[in-house]
Every structure is written in C-alpha cells, then in structure tokens.
C-alpha cells in the first residue's frame, strides 16, 4: 500500500529551477522502480521523464538530458527530481511512480502513482 506525496512545482521563468520530492509513506523505496512522469496540456498520455530503476540504472528522456537529475533520499524515503534551464515545453503535470519486476518505460504498466505537482514555464 504505497502513498506517494509530490511536492515542488509552481511557476517558474525559462531558464529557471525547481525541485520536485516525491514522499513515499507505506513501503522502502529501495524495493521499487521510481520515475518521474509528465502530461502536458493536450497530450493522452504521461510520457517518463527520468527513472531510477536502482542508484546506478537510471534513465532520462532526451528532452530533458542533460538538465534534469533524478535521485533517490533513501534516509527519507524521497525521490527527487532536480530540474533546471526549463523550458515552456517543460510545461506539465509531473507525477511520481512507482513498480516492482516491470522493467520499463511505458507508463501504462506502472503500479502506484502519486497526484501529481503542476509545473509551469513562461516564456
């Protein structure tokens, strides 16, 4: 029974930070997959972001190589989700995720979601 709590989004100009944590009550997040998925306004789906499948194995998308890092807090149970030089297209609902023996990117066979923290970038 995962709870998985994201906090950090808000508004931000191009350019711009912000910090995303993702809080998991319920279980150790070293039992589990984690990643970080995005929904842009008008868009069907969440597409992943960054996934840390373990502290060594993480995966970014290339829209955002090189400017995000995904990272697990193992002392507070927390994934994190450093994002810098954003972009507009950067705009989205970000969620928090979560699964076990799923080896994957696809965000529909993902088990355990957060709510969601809305970021937006202006231009």
């Known amino acids: 029974q995962l709870q998985l709590t994201e906090s950090g989004g808000g508004l931000v100009q191009a350019g711009g930070s912000l910090r995303l944590s993702c809080v998991v009550s319920g279980r150790t997040i070293s039992d589990y997959y984690m990643g970080w998925f995005r929904q842009a306004p008008g868009e069907e789906h969440k597409t992943a972001t960054a996934i840390t499948f373990n502290a060594g194995n993480i995966y970014y998308a290339a829209y955002v190589k090189g400017r995000f890092r995904i990272s697990r807090d193992n002392a507070q149970n927390t994934v994190v989700l450093e994002m810098n030089s954003l972009k507009p297209e950067d705009t989205a609902v970000y969620y928090c995720?979560?699964?076990?023996?799923?080896?994957?990117?696809?965000?529909?066979?993902?088990?355990?979601w957060g709510q969601g923290t809305q970021v937006t970038v202006s231009s």
């Open positions: 995720a979560a699964v076990r023996d799923v080896y994957s990117i696809h965000a529909s066979q993902w088990r355990s």
